[in-house]
């Protein structure tokens, strides 16, 4: 039992510090369209926290501590989320189709149509916004000074003893 306590806490901490890489590159990624996501800062906040603590658990549990089934079950709740999620990123990440919604039995299920409408508009909703920041981006760059703008001297009207 003890072992399979610490491969699954193992298991769990490399996944969030997985997590957690994988946010610092999309933010990276994304930094320049998106400007700074609040969301992916608490999430590599979460994961790098979340998963040293499960590694220190794991490691604690293979030299020898005792781990029981109170344990595992709290590492397991939540394992099937967290690892799914982990590999559909390795699949985006590596180029595949990622993120897709899941089936429910052969038709798929009955509320697929009112999500994908729902998702149609947050699409919507997101594309309007981006529009919205970079036309604000644009006025922002189009009234600030540019580097081509002539400042003359560098000097003031006072240093070069002009009055106003």
Same mark, same amino acid.
């Given at each position: 039992?003890?072992?399979?306590? $610490?491969?699954?806490?193992?298991?769990?901490?490399?996944?969030?510090?997985?997590?957690?890489?994988?946010?610092?590159?999309?933010?990276?990624?994304? !930094?320049?369209?998106?400007?700074?996501?609040?969301?992916?800062?608490? !999430?590599?906040?979460? $994961?790098?926290?979340?998963?040293?603590?499960?590694?220190?658990?794991?490691?604690?549990? $293979?030299?020898? =501590?005792?781990?029981?089934?109170?344990?595992?079950?709290?590492?397991?709740?939540?394992?099937?989320?967290?690892?799914? !999620?982990?590999?559909?990123?390795?699949?985006?990440?590596?180029?595949?189709?990622?993120?897709?919604?899941?089936?429910?039995?052969?038709?798929?299920?009955?509320?697929?149509?009112?999500?994908?409408?729902?998702?149609?508009?947050?699409?919507?909703?997101?594309?309007?916004?981006?529009?919205?920041?970079?036309? =604000?981006?644009?006025?922002?760059?189009?009234?600030?000074?540019?580097?081509?703008?002539?400042?003359?001297?560098?000097?003031?009207?006072?240093?070069?003893?002009?009055?106003?």
């Amino acid at each position: 039992m003890r072992l399979v306590v $610490a491969v699954a806490n193992l298991t769990l901490g490399f996944v969030y510090c997985s997590y957690g890489v994988m946010t610092i590159l999309d933010l990276k990624h994304g !930094w320049r369209a998106n400007g700074l996501s609040h969301f992916g800062l608490a !999430w590599i906040a979460m $994961a790098f926290t979340c998963g040293p603590h499960h590694l220190e658990h794991g490691i604690h549990l $293979a030299l020898g =501590r005792t781990g029981g089934p109170l344990d595992l079950t709290a590492v397991l709740v939540g394992a099937p989320a967290g690892i799914g !999620w982990f590999l559909l990123r390795v699949e985006a990440v590596a180029g595949g189709r990622g993120d897709r919604c899941p089936r429910h039995g052969n038709g798929g299920s009955a509320v697929e149509p009112a999500l994908a409408e729902l998702r149609h508009e947050h699409i919507a909703d997101d594309d309007r916004q981006h529009r919205d920041q970079q036309r =604000r981006r644009e006025r922002r760059e189009a009234e600030e000074p540019g580097e081509g703008l002539d400042v003359g001297d560098g000097k003031g009207q006072y240093e070069r003893g002009e009055r106003a």
